[in-house]
């Protein structure tokens, strides 16, 4: 007799985590952090108490989850967006554009995504066991940007005249800024200012590899 198929039990439960953790992303925009409640998401993802205890162990423990899916997300999009094959032999200017329109096809931009970054900003600014997760990861996740930034760079012939990270955190800056004003004022992001933007802050803080070249 052969043993039961194991499939079946894991995809239930891997789709239960998977409402969970959209319940907890609606419901921490309409909320907070503060004020999300474990019978709250449970309510918006339509399970019972005992369902959410089966997959996580404590609302911190959803709440590191969510946000280490939002993470790994983010991590997916910059990484597909930055593959060399897709802007190789372009000028500098033209590369950093087909980068940004590919890392904006890839990454949503919404209203919900905002704010459960910014609910889990101030997570983090509290402190706290969790609030160092939460800044921990944030560390990976600039530490990425950086990586790939360099490569993109030398990919371009070009190197960084200043820090990475400091580089890191115009560029990030500069995102977030257009990402709050398009929320906000319930519009797309202004990919003309991203376009127009961040191609000069990028060359503004670069050099040729071969400095004669310049010359």
């Not at 409640?37 to 997959?55: L, M």
């Not at 933007?197 to 503004?204: E, G, K």
């Amino acid at each position: 007799m052969s043993e039961p198929d194991p499939q079946p039990a894991v995809r239930r439960r891997s789709a239960t985590r998977e409402r969970l953790l959209e319940a907890t992303r609606e419901v921490l925009a309409r909320e907070g952090i503060q004020g999300a409640s474990v019978e709250h998401i449970c309510e918006q993802a339509g399970f019972t108490r005992g369902a959410f205890y089966s997959n996580f162990s404590s609302k911190d423990d959803l709440l590191l989850a969510l946000y280490h899916r939002e993470r790994d997300q983010m991590f997916d999009s910059m990484r597909a967006a930055t593959v060399p094959e897709r802007y190789l032999g372009l000028s500098p200017v033209d590369a950093i554009g087909v980068i940004i329109d590919r890392f904006l096809s890839l990454q949503s931009v919404d209203r919900v995504g905002l704010l459960v970054h910014l609910e889990f900003s101030i997570r983090g600014l509290r402190g706290g066991a969790v609030g160092q997760e939460f800044n921990a990861s944030w560390r990976e996740l600039k530490d990425e940007l950086v990586s790939l930034m360099t490569l993109v760079v030398a990919a371009l012939g070009r190197e960084l005249t200043i820090d990475p990270r400091h580089a890191a955190t115009v560029l990030i800056g500069t995102y977030d800024e257009a990402l709050r004003e398009s929320v906000t004022e319930g519009r797309e992001i202004d990919g003309d200012l991203l376009h127009s933007t961040l191609p000069m802050l990028l060359l503004a803080a670069t050099r040729p590899l071969d400095v004669s070249a310049e010359a």
